[in-house]
């Protein structure tokens, strides 16, 4: 059978196939997995499936491409079968912010990461030890120096070094996820836009946005991540937030607050 001979909308699995993008073998998967219906046959077998199959197909690499797994594409295929756009959109939305939840918190973990790792090679620098490893060369521990404590004997700037507060967040990757997650609906809602500022970053807000809820918001991320340091400003241009962090920080002030404008 052509294309051609196909009629209206009945394809062949090669057809089918090289049209949706996905191999026989992931149609014959979806098929087994409850995705996709099971087609018609043709009196020698062959399967055959229609423009819906096509179309339910489209829907399937959406979701795929959003990083679903199997049971939420079957969910999502389940309210695509009604033929009513909102109850689709309604749970793909609930599924991309969550997924963008678990992207955030990601990103602010691996920033945290990398940041462990730079402080390492920087206590690894040195010479090693005559003799077996002790708290000072950083192949056990970090050192005090590398972390941001007291410069020790021998230190090239003969001055005590600033603390540096770790650029960490105590929260766990659940809460961190709905901490953002918190971030992202008053930022979505209330937001007007995001200059840059020395060091990080202002947002200024519309008349609306209550202050109070604001404050509360910083005031549970200053616990949790206080390398962070927050400045709320009310003068002649309006209600903002100015978040500044270390230069290692700058990664968690994008993931966590958005990218400047």
């Known amino acids: 059978m052509t294309l051609a001979d196909a009629g209206a909308g009945r394809y062949r699995i090669a057809e089918i196939a090289e049209r949706s993008g996905f191999s026989p073998s992931t149609l014959r998967y979806y098929e087994q997995a409850g995705v996709l219906a099971a087609p018609a046959r043709t009196p020698a077998g062959y399967r055959l499936y229609s423009h819906r199959d096509l179309e339910r197909l489209r829907l399937i690499a959406r979701a795929k491409d959003l990083g679903c797994t199997l049971d939420e594409i079957t969910d999502l295929v389940q309210a695509w079968d009604s033929d009513e756009c909102g109850p689709v ?9 969550d997924k963008v939840a678990q992207v955030e918190t990601h990103l602010a973990e691996q920033a945290a990461f990398a940041h462990q790792l730079r402080v390492t090679a920087d206590a690894l620098a040195g010479r090693p030890l005559d003799g077996p490893c002790d708290d000072s060369c950083g192949c056990t521990t970090t050192t005090t120096s590398a972390a941001g404590g007291d410069c020790g004997a021998g230190c090239a700037c003969g001055d005590v070094a600033e603390p540096i507060v770790p650029i960490a967040c105590s929260l766990s990757g659940t809460d961190m ?17 995001r200059r840059p500022l020395r060091g990080g970053l202002r947002i200024e807000f519309g008349d609306r946005t209550r202050i109070a809820d604001l404050a509360e918001l910083v005031a549970a991320e200053q616990s949790c991540c206080p390398f ?3 400045a ?21 002030v994008a993931t966590v607050f958005g990218n400047r404008a």
Do not use: C, M, N, Y
């Not at 959109?89 to 912010?97: E, F, P, S, T």
């Not at 996820?177 to 836009?193: C, Y």
């Not at 709320?232 to 968690?252: C, K, M, N, S």
């Open 232 to 252: 709320i400003t009310i003068d002649q241009r309006g209600l903002a937030l100015e978040v500044t962090a270390p230069a290692d920080g700058q990664e968690l």
């Open 177 to 193: 996820g709905e901490r953002i997650g918190q971030w992202r609906e008053l930022l979505d809602d209330d937001a007007i836009s």
């Open 89 to 97: 959109k309604h749970r793909l939305r609930a599924l991309v912010r």
């Open 228 to 230: 962070f340091s927050f």
